[in-house]
């Protein structure tokens, strides 16, 4: 910063012999400089957010890769799952770990007790539209609480005698 420049000018008051200093005033320079920092600063700013916006979409592109990385191990590992759940659940194999670890064995003609249906034919499957779709769920069910009961009142010959 300048240090501002004084005149000595004789004051006209003759009482005192001392000199006033005034301040001199300075040539204006225009309002040019401050526009052009001004602008400069403004170009300097949008660079700035220029840059700043090219890093944000860097660094999206980054996190979509992580994530469509992350999205084909989950996928991978679910086809992994869903054949383990195949395999588990075979008939073939169901039967195996019945029989040798829980020491099950497949009944005999004794054992099984047949039931008679009382419930009516269901429609043919090219007879159900959309409307009766409800209808035929309400016939299931029905003969689902008809079998539940009657297995609870049955007695099953040969089990746990």
Known sequence: MQAARYLTLPVPD????????????????GLLPVRLGAVAA????????????????????????????QVENLENENRKLELSIAALSSLDRVQ????SKL????P???QVVALAAD??????????HQGQQDVHTG???????????????????????
């Not at 020491?103 to 497949?106: D, Q």
Request: proline share 7%.
């Open 14 to 29: 003759r009482a005192s012999p001392r000199a006033k200093k005034v301040p001199r005033a300075l040539p204006r320079q």
């Open 42 to 69: 403004a170009v300097t700013a949008l660079a700035l957010f220029t840059v700043f916006i090219h890093c944000q979409v860097a660094v999206m592109g980054y996190r979509v890769l992580a994530l469509q990385e």
């Open 96 to 99: 195996e770990v019945a029989s």
């Open 103 to 106: 020491g099950m064995c497949m």
């Open 108 to 110: 005999s003609e004794a």
């Open 119 to 128: 419930v009516a034919d269901p429609p043919a499957p090219a007879a159900v």
């Open 139 to 161: 016939v299931l069910q029905q003969a689902y609480e008809r079998l539940s009961k009657t297995l609870a009142r049955s007695k099953v010959v040969g089990m746990n005698e």
